[in-house]
T-cell receptor
Framework: GQNIDQPTEMTATEGAIVQINCTYQ??????LFWYQQHAGEAPTFLSY??LDGLEEKGRFSSFLSRSKGYSYLLLKELQMKDSASYLC??????????WGAGTKLIIKP | IAGITQAPTSQILAAGRRMTLRCTQD?????MYWYRQDLGLGLRLIHY???????GKGEVPDGYSVSRANTDDFPLTLASAVPSQTSVYFC?????????????FGSGTRLTVV
């Protein structure tokens, strides 16, 4: 079967750095996505990785290792507004997105 | 309209009633999707459409139907609602089958079936 695993919840301190991990097993691979979802709102696109390595976008970076079926989202200089759920999703061989259950990130002052 | 519009925002529905959730996009995206999101389960695909005139079943299609008469509209119908269909429903679109540029989501419909 297809499976995306990510931690259920993480806590970090304002100004710090946090890494959210995602491991996957899917039938085929056509890219990995990270989305941010604030409570009661729709998911919004953060990043897309299709090749191995690190993609940096301001305070957010996403890393992919296809051979290990592994990705992480790195958030630097955490702000209170970063409190949200972070969703990892993999596009399989049929170009369907398979979603993880999300990681709820709690930022403390 | 900018992006994807879903209606209604929320609804309380009696079991056994028929209901259509509306979804309209103005980005001329080819592909559209319906997801349900339940606590602890993440997003699950109900139905999708890669282009106007075609639809396909996702992971949890039972009890739901869709149509795609044109590019912009992708309504989701619950023929006879049951309490297990209580959920938050998101419509999404992408500009290609691959969706390499990400999906755009509507703001969601919170449905409670009683």
């Amino acid at each position: 079967g297809q499976n995306i695993d990510q931690p259920t919840e993480m806590t970090a301190t304002e100004g710090a750095i946090v890494q959210i991990n995602c491991t996957y097993q899917t039938s085929g691979f056509n890219g990995l996505f990270w989305y941010q979802q604030h409570a009661g709102e729709a998911p919004t696109f953060l990043s897309y990785n299709v090749l191995d390595g690190l993609e940096e976008k301001g305070r957010f970076s996403s890393f992919l290792s296809r051979s290990k079926g592994y990705s992480y989202l790195l958030l630097k200089e955490l702000q209170m507004k970063d409190s949200a759920s972070y969703l990892c999703a993999v596009m399989d061989s049929n170009y369907q997105l398979i979603w993880g259950a999300g990681t709820k990130l709690i930022i403390k002052p | 309209i900018a992006g994807i519009t879903q209606a209604p925002t929320s609804q309380i529905l009696a079991a056994g009633r028929r209901m259509t959730l509306r979804c309209t996009q103005d980005m001329r995206h080819n592909a559209m999707y319906w997801y349900r999101q339940d606590l602890g389960l993440g997003l699950r695909l109900i139905h999708y459409s890669n282009t106007a005139g075609t639809t396909g079943k996702g992971e949890v299609p039972d009890g739901y139907s869709v149509s795609r008469a044109n590019t912009d509209d992708f309504p989701l119908t619950l023929a006879s609602a049951v309490p297990s269909q209580t959920s938050v429903y998101f419509c999404a679109s992408s500009d290609s089958e691959g969706g390499g540029y990400g999906y755009t989501f509507g703001s969601g419909t919170r449905l409670t079936v009683v």
